[in-house]
């Protein structure tokens, strides 16, 4: 019988809907379904109180134990992010909750009022309902693809390949495309050919990532949506365009083509209804000095000169140096 499999993304759930858990007897793993790399976050409820603990590294098809012995919870969430690496990142979380998280190993007892002091911020959580068998209770973390644990590991390792540079269809089966892509990938390292199957392979595959990365990151070390815009130079002109959405404790990788060596940044934090949140009277930004046009649609812009007559917004953007390739931009509270 196939187990439960619960979407934390937006995608369409698979399998039973969200339900609430009564408590458990045995242990918890969560597994990762999908082809991405997660980070993820347990989240127990038990008479109103709520308790928090992370961040547990699951690679694509792999299961992992995050909890031992009986789980005296009402209700059990997850919250799931993929590594900041990825271009294409899934969709946010649609979550049932928000409770608290930090950075790191954490564990977080009253996770429903964040210390900010602490580094804690809100996430959003999604309700599941784990399957019990032989390995105690499971829960399946899912994407609309809904892969088994195979080809989860698979389409892992093409996503994670498409960014090394040898792209190949990201569908978890094993064409000719795939094998050619892994084949040239174990060559240029000198690796073995059963280093595909070693529980280390995403490690090597993460690091390789890595070093191909250039362009820029944007992360959000804030409890607030922020909303990003990019400019890139594009022969004489700066194109701008957005708006790219970094939800709460993610990181987005915005496309940035070619290899320019800087980039221009422009974000706002906004609140559930999209408005403009303030502190001390003024929009919560980041940018800087370069005066460029944007608007509160969906926009691509080459022509800055005259913003405000053609009925565009103008917002400063930072320049950003793309440093060895790569530069990752932090968005964080003012102190």
């Known amino acids: 019988m196939r187990e439960t499999a619960t979407s934390l993304f937006g995608f369409v759930l698979v399998g039973t809907a969200l339900a609430y858990v009564s408590p458990a007897r045995a242990d918890l793993r969560l597994c990762n379904r999908t082809s991405y790399v997660l980070d993820l976050a347990l989240g127990l409820e038990d008479k109103g109180a709520a308790a928090t603990r992370g961040w547990f590294r699951v690679d694509p098809g792999q299961c992992r134990g995050v909890l031992a012995g009986a789980i005296e919870a009402d209700q059990i969430y997850v919250s799931a992010r993929a590594l900041g690496l990825y271009r294409d990142p899934p969709l946010p979380q649609a979550g049932n909750v928000d409770m608290c998280v930090a950075d790191g190993n954490f564990v977080i007892a009253g996770a429903r009022s964040c210390a900010a002091g602490k580094g804690q911020r809100l996430a959003r959580f999604t309700a599941v309902k784990p399957t019990a068998g032989d390995a105690g209770l499971t829960a399946n973390i899912a994407e609309e693809a809904d892969y088994d644990a195979e080809h989860a590991r698979l389409a892992g390792i093409q996503r994670l390949l498409g960014i090394v540079g040898d792209a190949t269809p990201i569908d978890g089966v094993a064409g000719a495309g795939t094998e050619a892509a892994l084949a040239r990938f174990l060559k240029e390292r000198k690796l073995p050919p059963d280093a595909v199957t070693s529980p280390t392979f995403f490690d090597v595959l993460l690091d390789a990532a890595k070093r191909a990365d250039v362009g820029l990151t944007w992360c959000n070390d804030t409890a607030l949506t922020v ?40 974000a706002e934090a906004v609140d559930r209804d999209g408005l403009s949140v303030e502190r001390d009277g003024k929009p919560l930004s980041w940018g800087g000095s370069t005066m460029l046009c944007t608007q509160p649609v969906r926009f691509e812009l080459a022509d800055h000169s005259d913003c405000a007559v053609k009925g565009l917004s103008t917002s400063g953007f930072a320049a950003v140096e793309l440093a060895g390739g790569a530069t990752t931009v932090r968005f964080r509270e003012p102190r």
């Open 227 to 266: 909303m990003a815009a990019l400019g890139v130079e594009e022969g004489a002109a700066i194109v701008t365009r957005g708006w790219y959405r970094v939800e709460a404790g993610a990181c987005l990788r915005p496309d940035v083509t070619g290899q320019p060596s800087r980039v221009f940044s422009f």
